[in-house]
Every structure is written in structure tokens, then in C-alpha cells.
């Protein structure tokens, strides 16, 4: 299991009140990522977007090299990782603009409310 630092954790509510620096302070590489937490459990990691082409292209890679190995989902293990970021990949047009970003944002605060 990953551990985190305790500067890297933030809660859901507090990455949405800082959202607009704390993207920014991850694009930059000023964090290595943050871990965000939602009713006391992880819920999700943020990550630089170069940081996570290189997972998925490693992933990609080690799926080339063992296409056919079945691997048990034991600790450690790349498979549901691979897995995630397959099901996950979006194309560059299924990405969202900023202006749509910050309207999901504004309706999660909503909801919230």
C-alpha cells in the first residue's frame, strides 16, 4: 500500500475551496501530488498530467511485454492499475476546457450545499 505525507492529503472540501492554486502548484511540479479524502477515506489522487502519461505509457509497455500473463491481484501488483487506465483513457477531444472544469466545480459546490 502507497503511504502519504501528511502535506500531500487534503480533504475534498479544502481542494475545492483552493482548487485554482492547487492545480496550479501541481502542474508546476510545486507537489508531487495531492491525495484527496472524502468522509475520512482516500478517494483520489491528483497528479501532474506528464506524470500520469508515464504511468500509462509504462503501463502500456509492461502490458506488451506479459499481454497474455494472467497476474493475481496481489499487493504490488501493476494489473488493476492497468486495467483503470484502460477503461479510463479519454481522448483529446473528450478532455474538458477549463470553462467546463470550473462548471462541474460550481455544481459539486451546489450540491454540497
Known sequence: MSSYGREEIMSSSEVVRNFGSLLTS???H???K???VR??????????????ERMEKTCE??????????????????SPLLDFLQKSRL???ARLSPEEI????????????
Open 26 to 28: 501541481v502542474a508546476r
Open 30 to 32: 510545486q507537489r508531487e
Open 34 to 36: 495531492v491525495v484527496i
Open 39 to 52: 468522509n475520512n477515506r482516500l478517494e483520489a489522487v491528483l497528479l501532474p498530467v506528464d506524470v500520469y
Open 61 to 78: 509497455a509492461a502490458g506488451r511485454l506479459m499481454p497474455d500473463k494472467d497476474l493475481p491481484g496481489e499487493a504490488g501488483n501493476s
Open 91 to 93: 481522448s483529446a477531444k
Open 102 to 113: 470550473d462548471h462541474q466545480i460550481m455544481e459539486e459546490r451546489e450540491a454540497w450545499e
